[in-house]
């Protein structure tokens, strides 16, 4: 039963991933529609849990009256047993059987998978927006708002719930009770009713408001703690820690200063419904006694009702609380869904094909991309890479090489032009296939934090072990990698490298990386400063396994040290998002331009002594 119950909701339901509504209901129903069925059960229980609450306290009332009127004590168990048999069936075993069912579904069908459900769901519609949605914020306040939308989405589901029922089913059934005692007895408690919606009217909306705004704040700054952590060398290597200390400082000042306000508010409600409750009980209190000694009322109308009101009392602040944790459940809802619900700024059409490369030939025609701005970057571009050949960017930084990378990528859209693949338009094709026929090494190489094998098999997901192996070896990576150690005693490949591969040094993260695109052997091969980070002696080792990963390949490499590219079949010298110059190197050597400028400045650095073939 327990186990069937464990997976009535499956967090991992086969689901299209598509951007969740952006209106806050339709949200919620984006995701409550998946699970209808237990939150209706929960519904029912939670129904039939607040009867047997409120016919309990009627209870009292009518064992009041039984005692007062009864003939002999002696009797009393004899001539009332039925009904007072009834009574503790309820109070022993249909009450408890009912709020273990309600108890149960919440807690065992709802709570875990429920969350796990509306997370992962989330997480992999996040996952796949755009480059620049990830580089215009914080990934901590990013992910702070998918681990916080669920829960908060869950328990204001769940404790609305509850709440409708207890307080509609108490208010229905006292005035009830109170009308068939005396229809007076109803003022106090309609006056209560009435001034109670007046309360919530007033301060729910503004709570929630205050809770958006204190939620946005929150994720600030964890956001801001998150970046001083993922960046601590840089912090350390500045002895910035003081300086980290006011960012935070800041953020949180911030956040407990949005906190209070919202407090004041929730004080604000709280004072109002005690209030409320004071007029309450000595109001119905007062007339329950009036009408009693003008004998229109029993004794046990008097403890019934009297029952009532207290339990409405109590009742009243459980509800404030509720309804204070509903509403800051639903602001925190809707700060998150204002990012996770941001529509994709890279889609694939509707009928994009998979990229088919055969030869690897790669054409820019007429691009242009502004990243968003009227002009700049690159304008009216065209270019060819012919299948096969190796292709050195050259420029100052700011010329657009990376940026012709990125595009090739199609990290972003172009906004005039097109780039083809083998004649295939790369925006028609799925990003998936486009980024798995290009392999790519870059100048800081990003490890994921899982165990090294992991992040050499990454690039291609059916590799076996040993080729794994192999391909480490031939990036000269296997030597360091036997000898690696983590915290918890990891060994060899199987040690985790840290967050971005921090337990490494720079070459060997960069050895990995290159082991990694070797065992992808894609068709077209990017280097954006690969061997960068790798001292004289290990770039020259691994050289001549750039030059076999190179073969067979369309080639495109970036390099500011250009005797690294020297001897590329064809150089592209860029300024300004332009094309100035192309040639070999010699041949630009001898037109004295901006290359020949560029070549007059550098020395140094590890020069191929052979074409690439």
């Known amino acids: 039963m327990i186990s069937r119950l464990n997976n009535f909701i499956d967090p991992f339901r086969p689901a299209v991933v598509e951007r969740p509504p952006s209106d806050l209901l339709k949200f919620y129903g984006h995701f409550l529609r998946q699970v209808w069925p237990v939150f209706a059960a929960v519904l029912v229980s939670g129904f039939f849990a607040a009867l047997i609450e409120v016919a309990l ?112 089913i108490y208010t229905v059934l006292a005035l009830a009770v109170f009308s068939q005692a005396d229809v007076r007895l109803m003022v106090p408690l309609g006056i209560w009713v009435v001034g109670f919606i007046g309360v919530l009217w007033y301060f729910v909306p503004r709570i929630k408001t205050r809770a958006t705004i204190m939620s946005e704040a929150r994720s600030t700054l964890t956001g801001r703690i998150v970046d001083s952590y993922t960046n601590i060398l840089t912090v350390k290597l500045f002895a910035h820690a003081d300086r980290e200390d006011d960012y935070a400082r800041e953020a949180i000042t911030d956040q407990t200063e949005k906190f209070r306000e919202e407090l004041r508010l929730i004080t604000g409600m709280e004072i109002s419904v005690w209030v409320l409750n004071g007029i309450l009980m000595v109001g119905t209190c007062a007339l329950s006694l009036w009408l009693w000694g003008q004998g229109l009322i029993t004794i046990g109308a008097i403890a019934l009702v009297m029952g009532l009101v207290i339990r409405i009392n109590n009742m009243a602040g459980w509800v404030m609380f509720v309804v204070t944790s509903i509403f800051e459940n639903i602001g925190t809802v809707q700060e998150g869904l204002d990012t996770i619900s941001k529509p994709h700024a890279i889609t694939d059409f509707p009928d994009a094909k998979h990229l088919t490369v055969t030869k690897g030939e790669i054409r820019y025609e007429g691009i242009g991309f502004h990243y968003g701005k009227e002009t700049g970057v690159i304008d009216d571009l065209t270019l060819t890479v012919e299948a096969g050949e190796k ?55 990003s490890l994921l934090h899982r165990s090294v094998m992991d992040n050499i098999v990454y690039g291609s997901g059916a590799a076996h072990e040993e080729d794994a192996i192999a391909a480490a070896k031939k990036a000269h990576a296997h030597d360091f990698i036997l000898g690696l150690e983590d915290q918890v005693g990891r060994r060899g490949y199987e040690a985790h490298v840290g967050e971005r591969g921090v337990q490494l040094s720079g070459g060997q993260r960069q050895r990995v990386a290159i082991a990694r695109v070797l065992l992808e052997n894609a068709p077209i091969l990017i280097l954006d400063e690969a061997t960068s980070a790798l001292d004289s002696e290990v770039e020259a080792a691994i050289q001549e396994q750039l030059v076999n990963l190179m073969e067979g390949k369309t080639v495109i490499a970036i390099a500011h040290r250009l005797s690294t590219i020297s001897a590329m079949d064809r150089l592209v010298v860029m300024d300004e998002g332009r094309i100035l110059e192309q040639g070999t190197h010699d041949a630009l050597i001898k037109a004295g331009g901006l290359y020949a400028d560029l070549w007059a400045r550098q020395s140094g650095g590890f020069l191929l002594e052979n074409r690439v073939a």
Request: hydrophobic share 50%; aromatic share 8%.
């Open 57 to 168: 306290i009627t209870y009292v009332g009518e064992i009041v009256d039984l005692v007062k009127d009864a003939k002999s004590p002696s009797t009393f168990i004899a001539d009332h047993g039925r009904l007072l048999l009834w009574m503790a069936f309820v109070a022993m075993i249909a009450r408890p059987i009912m709020f273990a069912v309600h108890t149960t579904l919440v807690n065992l069908a709802i709570v875990p998978n429920f969350t796990s459900l509306i997370r992962w769901q989330t997480h992999r519609y996040v996952l796949r927006q755009s480059l620049a949605f990830f580089q215009g914020d914080f990934a901590g306040r990013i992910a702070n708002k998918v681990m916080q939308t669920a829960p908060s989405l869950r328990e204001s589901v769940v404790e609305l719930v509850d709440t409708v029922w207890f307080v509609a």
């Open 391 to 445: 292709v050195g960017l050259v420029g100052r930084s700011g010329a657009g090489k990376s940026t012709l990378v990125n595009l090739l990528l199609r990290f972003y859209d172009l906004e005039k032009g097109c780039i083809k693949i083998d004649g295939q338009d790369i925006a028609r094709v799925t990003q998936d296939s486009l980024r798995a026929h290009i392999g790519m090494v870059t100048q800081d190489a």
